[in-house]
């Protein structure tokens, strides 16, 4: 810096000797020295400034007197000091030099939104003549120094909008006697407001301490500032404590802004409350109680008047009305009863009301539409019923109706006025009694409409095609009625639309195919509906989309694999559906995805290892499917989890033991797999209950749960197990050799084959009961021509449903009481068995003198007809039996280990197998009827062989 300063210095010389033949007299040698000082230092402030668009460069050259530089003003021709450095809104980018403490005439130091950062230095503290210091909207850190104190002649000091931190100096304003202007907002002044600040400050007419973390009660001398007219300490949370009462008895104040406090305490009284010239009191979010102070009637020029979030108890005041000139009334989230008086409807001036979160009653007044300013009414969360008058139409300005959460009703004819608002923006009327229709007009309303919400109310019939019309609409909330029908194609048209909801509707039919046209989609919310068919392969283009929920729905088909491309995705929810097959191999695009909820549906396959990719996922439920395979070694990267629920399928292999080092998990369920092995010890394991492990029959450990400690060095293999007891074993090393054969041969199968028991997608029959007559219209009456079997206490036929889908209808007869009791353990346990050799029951139909089944029509036949008739038996070789014995074997195996709380014994291997031909003892009569219901369930279950899976196995 010093070459810069001496080369300036030269360069001055140079053009101005010290030795001239003019004759006019020389000023004095110090003036000189005062003018080299001066450039000096403006070329030291250059030097610390990116100075980015040049605008220094260009003007501020040592050939040209600094005086003639931009934003540089000096005093009187001969004297040619540096009394003004103004350059606002001019990028300087850089720090402040200290060198500008040497400006020894400088009395304005103005340099607004410059782009400066670091300190401000201490050395402005010498600039004694300095009358105006404003900093404000920079990037200027560090604390205020104290030296600043020491400018006496200072009259505007603004320090806005920057990053100032600790406390505000004590001594600061001590020698200021002509301060009037003290702006420190938008800054990270921490610690009191220093009690003292104000003594000698009496001629203050601004102080600004706004949007900071200022604590503790205010100064009491805050109060006692004769020219005080604007004070703003709203935003600083910590600022605590009653308001001293001198506040309210300052005869120039005009702006009072406290909100956004901790302040507490009732108002003073008529005798103590004057605020002659009053125009705008916000007092929003702080803790004053009592009623609202009534002094404010004698406040003729208030035009804003702010006091929501806090405790007034009171009615909504008539005086309100001797305001002429109140413009914005804000008493919401308060405490207010009663309606709305009808002497308020002279507030002509009105352009905000806000009335929301009170207790208000009786119907929205009529004569609000003749405030024709009038750009917000805010009426939500109180008890306002009946209908909403249509006059709200005739005010042309109205920006923002907000009804929610009230007791309204009727129609929504209301809209057809609402054209009218040609810059209505947001409507809420969630939360109502409205019924009806959405109305065909509502395509008419304004254009600049940017949100329409009718969620949580009665209303019914079609999404009206006209809603494309509101080209600009963001957020369409229409969840919680009785809609049906389609989603209008013409929806994909709003090219703005940034949330969808239409939850918990009756809608039905597919997903627009185009509805990857709404490119600002982020949330999609379609859950609790009828929707079916496919989820669109545009899907993946809605690049933007954050939040999807399908959940509950009909879907069925394969997930397309650009969905899970999308990388802003954070919410991923499709459970309860008919979506079926493998999860793609590549999940890991979705890197901010916190909640995945797959459960309930027929995905099949191994969990794909690139789930560990999504390191932020705190929310994995994949239950209730058929997915099988270890838990991926890939999920030890996922260490955010707190719920993971993997329950409810065919997983294999240990638990791993990195689960238990996840600190944030809290909830894991693993029941009813197959995984086997030793159960944890320590995190999760710790707190974990038998039911989140049941129906694993293979592990141990962890005695307090039920489970049998572990055997070192023991390694059970409950497959091979059975092979081994099979009595058609004659030679040991032969039959070894067999069932690893078949072993081999059935593993290699496992993904083909466990595709083939999926429910056909494309008809959706599972979650709805049957009525009699559909199945009367399916079986012909219970035709003979129809009729499958009988056994001992049911009829199956074979009928088409509506849709086309054939299914096996198993007629129970409800005149033996044993038929009541198997109907229901029949459907207790085909409710909770999952295997890949049971079918699951697709539906029943139940009342007082009829009971069904309906289950999947298997059109290979029984086992009983496969194992005896003439044609098969011939062909039916010594490893085909074996294989089918082996699949019998297991589901018993499945159901008496993995379902052992709807079994009773080991006579449920037995029962099965002696339909086979093998064993022949008779049951235990303890627990009879389930054990019939058991084989009853087998029987309508259809075992599927391991030969050929589409034609399963009659178990009868």
């Given at each position: ?8 210095i ?15 007299p ?31 460069a260009t ?46 005439f ?12 670091g ?10 003549r ?17 030296n600043?104190?020491n ?31 003290l702006?420190l907002?938008r ?19 601004g102080?600004?301490l ?5 604590s ?43 909100s ?7 108002f ?13 009191l ?16 004698a406040?003729?020029y ?26 914005a ?13 009808s002497?308020?409807?002279n507030?002509t ?15 929205i007044?009529?004569f609000?539409?003749?405030?024709s ?22 005010i042309?300005?109205?920006?923002q ?5 009230n ?15 040609r ?9 109502n ?12 309303l ?30 369409l ?15 994909t ?14 809608l039905?039919?597919?997903?627009p195919?185009?509805i ?12 609790g ?15 933007l989309?954050e939040?999807?929920?399908l ?21 991923l ?15 890991g ?8 909820d797959?459960s ?9 290892e ?27 990267m996922?260490?955010?989890?707190s ?31 197959k995984?086997?092995g ?6 999760v ?21 039920g489970f ?8 059970s ?11 058609v ?6 039959s070894?050799v ?7 041969t ?15 997608p ?21 035709s ?5 079997g ?5 009829k199956?036929?074979?009928?088409p ?7 096996a209808?198993?007629?129970l ?42 289950l ?8 009983d ?21 082996l699949d019998?074997s ?8 993995q ?22 003892q ?35």
């Amino acid at each position: 810096m010093a070459p810069i300063i001496f080369l300036g210095i030269s360069i001055l010389s140079a053009l101005c000797p010290s030795c001239s033949a003019s004759s006019s007299p020389m000023p004095p040698a110090t003036n000189a020295t005062g003018r080299r000082n001066d450039l000096a230092a403006l070329l030291a402030f250059q030097a610390q400034l990116s100075d980015p668009t040049g605008v220094l460069a260009t003007s501020w050259r040592t050939n040209v007197s600094f005086c003639r530089w931009i934003g540089v003003s000096c005093n009187h021709h001969r004297r040619q000091r540096v009394t003004a450095l103004s350059l606002t809104d001019v990028l300087l980018q850089g720090e402040l030099s200290p060198h500008l403490g040497n400006l020894s005439f400088l009395s304005m130091l103005n340099l607004v939104n410059t782009g400066l950062t670091g300190h401000i230095p201490a050395e402005l503290g010498m600039l004694s003549r300095l009358k105006v210091l404003s900093l404000f909207d920079n990037g200027l850190t560090g604390p205020i120094p104290c030296n600043i104190g020491n400018l006496t002649k200072l009259e505007d000091l603004r320090l806005s909008y920057n990053r100032l931190t600790y406390e505000i100096p004590l001594g600061l304003l001590r020698n200021m006697h002509s301060l009037k202007i003290l702006y420190l907002a938008r800054n990270e002044l921490t610690g009191q407001i220093p009690p003292y600040l104000f003594n000698n400050t009496q001629s203050l007419r601004g102080i600004s301490l706004s949007n900071n973390s200022l604590s503790g009660p205010l100064p009491h001398n805050l109060g006692s500032l004769p020219m005080l007219e604007f004070l703003n300490l709203e935003v600083n949370n910590l600022l605590s404590g009653t308001v001293p009462t001198t506040i309210y008895n300052m005869s120039r104040l005009r702006w009072l802004y406290l909100s956004g406090n901790n302040f507490t305490g009732p108002f003073p009284t008529n005798q103590s409350f004057s605020l002659p010239l009053l125009k705008e009191l916000s007092i929003a979010q702080n803790n004053f109680v009592g009623s609202i102070p009534s002094g404010l009637a004698a406040c003729k020029y208030l035009e804003t008047l702010d006091l929501q979030e806090n405790y007034f108890v009171d009615v909504i005041p008539t005086w309100l009305a001797q305001l002429p000139c109140l413009t914005a009334l804000a008493l919401g989230v308060n405490n207010l009863v009663g309606s709305i008086p009808s002497v308020l409807s002279n507030l002509t001036h009105l352009t905000v009301l806000t009335l929301l979160f009170n207790q208000l009653t009786g119907p929205i007044p009529a004569f609000l539409g003749n405030f024709s300013k009038l750009s917000m009414i805010s009426l939500g969360a109180n008890q306002f019923s009946g209908p909403v008058p249509a006059t709200l139409g005739d005010i042309p300005v109205l920006g923002q109706l907000g009804l929610g959460s009230n007791n309204l009703d009727g129609n929504l004819n209301f809209l057809s006025s609402l054209s009218n608002c040609r810059k209505l923006q947001v409507i809420d009327l969630s939360n109502n009694s409205f019924i009806g229709g959405l109305p065909d007009h509502t395509g008419n309303l304004s254009t600049e409409l940017i949100s329409f919400a009718a969620d949580s109310n009665k209303l019914t019939g079609k999404l009206p095609s006209t809603l494309s019309n509101l080209s600009r609409l963001e957020a369409l909330n229409l969840y919680n009625n009785l809609f049906t029908g389609e989603i209008p194609k013409t929806i994909t048209m709003m090219q703005e639309l940034v949330a969808l909801d239409v939850t918990d509707n009756d809608l039905s039919g597919s997903i627009p195919t185009s509805i990857g046209m709404l490119r600002s989609l982020q949330q999609f919310w379609l859950q609790g509906n009828k929707f079916f068919g496919s989820i669109p392969e545009s899907i993946g283009n809605l690049s933007l989309l954050e939040q999807i929920s399908l959940s509950s729905n009909q879907l069925n088909s394969s997930i397309p694999a650009s969905l899970f491309h999308l990388d802003k995705l954070t919410i991923l929810d499709l459970s309860s559906n008919f979506f079926v097959g493998p999860l793609p191999s590549d999940v890991g695009s979705l890197k901010q995805v916190v909640y995945i909820d797959l459960s309930s549906n027929f995905f099949n396959g191994t969990i794909p290892e690139s789930f560990g990719q999504i390191v932020m996922l705190n929310f994995l439920n994949l239950s209730h499917n058929s997915f099988d395979g270890p838990i991926p070694d890939s999920f030890r990267m996922l260490t955010s989890l707190s719920y993971l629920d993997l329950s409810f399928n065919n997983i294999s292999g240990t638990i791993p033991m990195f689960l238990a080092n996840f600190t944030d998990l809290t909830t894991l369920n693993l029941s009813f797999n197959k995984l086997q092995g030793k159960i944890p010890d320590g995190g999760v394991f710790s707190n974990i209950t038998s039911k989140c492990l049941i129906g694993n029959g293979g592990l141990c450990g962890s005695p307090h749960l039920g489970f049998s400690p572990c055997l070192e060095g023991s390694h059970s293999n409950k497959r091979n197990l059975l092979i081994f007891l099979l009595p058609v074993v004659t030679v040991a090393f032969s039959s070894i050799v067999l069932c690893v054969y078949i072993m081999i041969t059935r593993k290699a199968k496992t993904k083909r084959d466990d595709g083939a028991f999926v429910i056909d997608p494309a008809n959706p029959v599972r979650q709805r009961l049957f009525s009699y007559r559909e199945l009367i219209l399916a079986t012909d009456n219970f035709s003979p021509n129809n009729l499958l079997g009988t056994g001992s206490s049911a009829k199956v036929f074979k009928g088409p449903l509506s849709n086309g889908l054939v299914v096996a209808i198993k007629v129970l007869d409800t005149r033996l009481e044993h038929a009541i009791t198997s109907f229901d353990a029949e459907c207790h346990v085909l409710r909770i068995a999952r295997h890949r050799n049971l079918i699951k029951i697709l539906s029943t139909c139940s009342n007082q003198d009829f009971r069904a089944l309906v289950l999947q029509y298997m059109p290979n036949g029984s086992l009983d007809k496969l194992l005896h008739s003439e044609v098969t038996t011939s062909s039916l070789g010594f490893l085909k039996r074996l294989e089918i014995m082996l699949d019998v074997s297991m589901a018993m195996e499945y159901l008496h280990h993995q379902h052992f709380q709807v079994t009773t014994a080991p006579w449920s291997l037995q029962v099965c197998l002696e339909h086979l031909g093998t064993w022949h003892q008779s049951m235990d009569h303890l627990g009879r009827h389930l054990a019939r219901a058991m084989c009853s369930a087998l029987e309508s279950c259809f075992l599927k062989s391991s030969s050929e899976r589409n034609p399963p196995i009659l178990c009868s």
